[in-house]
């Protein structure tokens, strides 16, 4: 049985963790590599432009399985070489795509997502929780170190002070104190979550499509470009924006609309 479910709702994949027993650990199990598989169907999928990442029973993720851990098994197996090569091939091939895709993501947590889990929850573009969310960076407690990525992803949601804070001392916050460092947009009751999630994804897949693709990675290289540079990008995308059918009937709708509005 597969550790993930996926669906197909209005342009929205919503791809579910399912697998309550492990607390839904990405490692130890075929977690990683199911998960890995629902996200590159979702890419490669015409019909989808929002990936929304969910979770069944109490947990969102545990991160890695410490039972791997402690028996230097699979992930965990081997020599330093070895070790490296598997992060590779397997977590940081989740990190990557997270951080490259052209589908708006959105995690919906229903519950703590700690470690790798919380990186997670911390690559996606949107994120929504219910009051039951909360979070941490437990890598320190386990005498490593993120080797997801998990360091390149937390400074650039809550900052270099608070991410040294979290990572330092592994400290879990709550969804509470997660909306106000921005590792969540909202927190709505645990019944009201799916419903809040997919209005949301929804409403981003209602959008013309390119110009979401476009905008996307407009904001990406926001991080990393200087201005002129950054311009100069801004500058050729919306080229290529003016330049698709979806712009025309979009503007063509619009003066529509003004129309009736007279």
């Given amino acids: ?24 650990a990405l490692t130890g199990g075929e977690m990683l590599e199911d998960l890995l598989d629902a996200i590159h169907d979702a890419e490669t999928d015409p019909d989808t432009g929002v990936l929304v990442l969910q979770a069944e029973g109490p947990a969102f993720s545990a991160g890695g399985n410490v039972k791997d851990m402690v028996a230097k098994d699979g992930l965990f197996a081997g020599n330093p070489a070895e070790i490296t090569e598997k992060y590779r091939e397997t977590i940081q091939q989740l990190t990557r795509f997270m951080a490259t895709t052209d589908l708006v993501t959105i995690a919906a947590v229903n519950g703590p997502a700690i470690g790798a889990g919380f990186d997670l929850v911390l690559g996606c573009d949107l994120r929504i929780g219910t009051p039951r969310a909360r979070f941490a960076h437990t ?11 998990g360091a390149w ?11 040294t804070e979290l990572s330092l001392t592994a400290r879990s916050i709550d ?6 460092l921005d590792v969540l947009l909202r927190v709505v009751p645990e019944n009201k979550l799916e419903g809040h999630v997919m209005k949301l994804a929804r409403t981003i897949a209602s ?7 476009l905008a996307k990675r407009l904001l ?24 698709t059918p979806e712009h025309d009937t979009a503007i063509s709708q619009y003066v529509e609309r003004l129309k009736d509005r007279d």
């Fill in 1 to 24: 049985m597969n550790s993930t479910k996926t669906s197909l709702i209005d342009g929205v994949a919503v791809i579910t963790l399912a697998q309550p027993e492990t607390r839904n």
């Fill in 139 to 149: 890598f320190i407690e386990m005498g490593i170190i993120p080797g997801d990525g």
């Fill in 153 to 163: 992803l937390l400074p650039r949601v809550v900052g270099w002070q608070r991410a």
């Fill in 175 to 180: 969804a509470e104190e997660a909306v106000r």
């Fill in 207 to 213: 959008k013309p499509r390119p110009a979401v693709v």
């Fill in 220 to 243: 990406r290289q926001s991080k990393i470009m200087d201005l002129d540079p950054f311009l100069e990008f801004s500058a050729a995308l919306q080229a290529v924006a003016h330049s």
